[in-house]
């Protein structure tokens, strides 16, 4: 590959910094790898490509941080991406940080909410946010993601719980909420998936709480409230996302599209352009063009597919089908935005 050593040292001097090492590995073998390695610079290792990994922090050796070379790229252009992943992979455990402080500090005001009245893993997103295509888009984590032994008693470091949740769909400990089954069955209708790392998952508050049903609508709107800036924050750092898709109300009162009409201003949230996809009840659908900015001038668009019927409703079938069937029409929407 031409410019491989330029590349290469580009890489390094970037990432360098960031305490990251280069280690050069070959289905071939080490032997190849080390022959390969020794005409390179900037490479710290080499090693023969593992098929199975024995170490005693498992849940740390699997990345979902994988950059594969486009036909035709050159070094430079990859080393830029390289670079980029890395910078946004710290910019994203910056804000799990922020949000695990972001909860703390508010948690008081909120503990009639939660099992056990406090919260004790915030979680933002599941799923490779830093590299995939579309993200659905809920309202908060369901208190049952922490039932049994799925998740650890204690908050986890910011780094550790970011690593989780970016392989959340590949987990070994913890097989996927079944919440999510009904988004995967309809993302694959648009052509995506989870657990390709096309398809991610976020929402609006990072507190898994009970229901809105069950601890009253004023409480929930005001959390789900308060959380927006930290969810905005989190979309604009997922650089690779070109649609968003929501689905379902965050209470009786308000169905997603109503709420951030109404509470999403005053935190640089905005909807725009919309069209009918679907005006019959149930399961109506909206296209939107919809935008995020922050404070300090970062502003960025996408356009969301909406159906108003979402995975945890009685009929949630109908999601997989406004999909199957609308998917087309959101596309030519999208050509538009």
């Known amino acids: ?121 915030p979680i933002p997103f599941f799923g490779n946010v830093l590299q995939a295509r579309i993200l659905t888009v809920g309202v908060n984590p369901a208190e049952s993601e922490f039932k049994g032994n799925r998740w650890p008693k204690k908050r986890l470091p910011a780094p550790e719980l970011t690593h989780r949740l970016l392989n959340y769909f590949q987990e070994p400990q913890a097989f996927p909420h079944t919440w999510f089954w009904w988004w995967e069955e309809a993302l694959q209708h648009a052509g995506y998936s989870y657990f390709n790392g096309t398809a991610a998952h976020v929402d609006i508050s990072p507190r898994p709480t009970f229901p809105a049903r069950q601890v009253g609508s004023d409480a929930f709107l005001n959390m789900v409230c308060g959380d927006l800036r930290i969810f905005r924050d989190l979309l604009l750092l997922c650089p690779d996302v070109k649609n968003l898709a929501w689905s379902g109300t965050v209470t009786n009162q308000f169905h997603m599209t109503s709420f951030i009409q109404e509470s999403g201003p005053a935190h640089g949230l905005a909807i725009g352009h919309e069209t009918d ?15 995020a900015a922050n404070p300090s001038g970062h502003q960025r668009s996408w356009p969301v597919f909406y159906c108003s019927v979402g995975p945890s409703a009685s009929r949630r079938e109908l999601l997989v089908e406004r999909v199957r069937d609308y998917w087309g029409a959101f596309q030519e929407f999208s050509c538009h935005v």
């Open 277 to 291: 996809l679907r005006a019959l009840t149930p399961a109506f659908c909206k296209a939107l063009a919809f935008s």
């Open 1 to 121: 590959m031409p410019g491989a050593e330029d590349g290469l040292a580009t890489i390094r001097r970037e990432l360098r910094e960031r305490g990251v090492e280069i280690c050069l590995w070959s289905h071939a073998g080490t032997a190849h790898a080390a022959e390969c390695a020794a005409l390179l610079n900037g490479i710290d290792g080499h090693a023969c490509k593992p098929d199975i990994v024995l170490d005693d922090e498992p849940t740390l050796t699997s990345t979902p941080l994988r950059v594969k070379p486009v036909p035709g790229e050159s070094w430079p252009d990859l080393a830029k991406r390289v670079c980029r992943l890395a910078k946004v992979y710290d910019d994203l455990i910056e804000h799990v940080v922020t949000v695990q402080k972001h909860v703390s500090a508010t948690d008081a005001e909120h503990e009639a909410l939660y099992s056990g009245n406090y919260c004790v893993q």
